[in-house]
């Protein structure tokens, strides 16, 4: 993938956390799957040490959304799947290596109802899990024990039942407790699996 400017920095982590954005270009593509869940599984590839190629990242999406092809806009308007898709890429990933540690999950506004909310940070944490096993394979077995556990409690939130009556405030809490856990605990993978190679620590 390409570098990015400084300077976009910023217009892409907007790009990034913009769940509208990313819900009608799903709705467009007739998506089978959730947008919070395509920034998951981007997110755990990047933090279990994967980089994806321009064709290899745009081949992922497509196999999330279900499509042979990205449906390309016309006009001047409204910038290209395509577009969006490597802005996506570059921001989630220099959010990551951000040392300012602003890395955000890709999750429906406040306002929206409850169940959506708690529906997409089960989807946000399946597409992680995914997209962790997929990169670091063999090495979650060897990864350290807070890792393991890390991942136990990830695969708990996945199921969580979306459905589950539990009071707005109560709920709200819940979400924020639990959308702040995943946040670091995802920081917490990137800093395990991305260790500057001996010869990089040395190079200037």
Not at 38 to 44: D, I, K, N, P, S
Not at 48 to 67: D, F, I, M, T, V
Not at 119 to 125: G, H, I, K, Y
Request: charged content about 30%.
């Amino acid at each position: 993938m390409s570098g990015i400017d400084d300077n976009d920095t910023q217009r892409l982590q907007e790009v990034v956390y913009d769940f509208d954005l990313w819900t009608d270009l799903h709705s467009r593509h007739s998506a089978i799957n959730h947008p919070s869940e395509l920034h998951g599984l981007l997110a755990g590839e990047l933090a279990a040490g994967e980089r994806l190629s321009s064709e290899r990242w745009e081949n992922l999406a497509l196999e999330h959304l279900g499509c042979d092809n990205l449906q390309e806009e016309q006009g001047d308007e409204q910038a290209s799947p395509r577009a969006l898709l490597h802005a996506f890429y570059a921001a989630t990933l220099a959010a990551l290596q951000s040392e300012a540690m602003d890395f955000q999950l890709l999750l429906p506004p406040e306002q929206a109802p409850l169940n959506q909310r708690l529906e997409a940070v089960s989807n946000w944490v399946r597409g992680f899990l995914e997209g962790m096993a997929r990169a670091a394979g063999d090495g979650l077995s060897r990864a350290p024990d807070d890792i393991r556990e890390l991942v136990r409690d990830f695969v708990a939130i996945s199921q969580v039942d979306s459905d589950a009556d539990d009071g707005e405030d109560d709920g709200d809490r819940d979400i924020e407790e639990i959308s702040e856990y995943i946040r670091v605990g995802v920081l917490n993978v990137f800093a395990e699996f991305n260790h500057p190679k001996p010869d990089q620590e040395t190079l200037h």
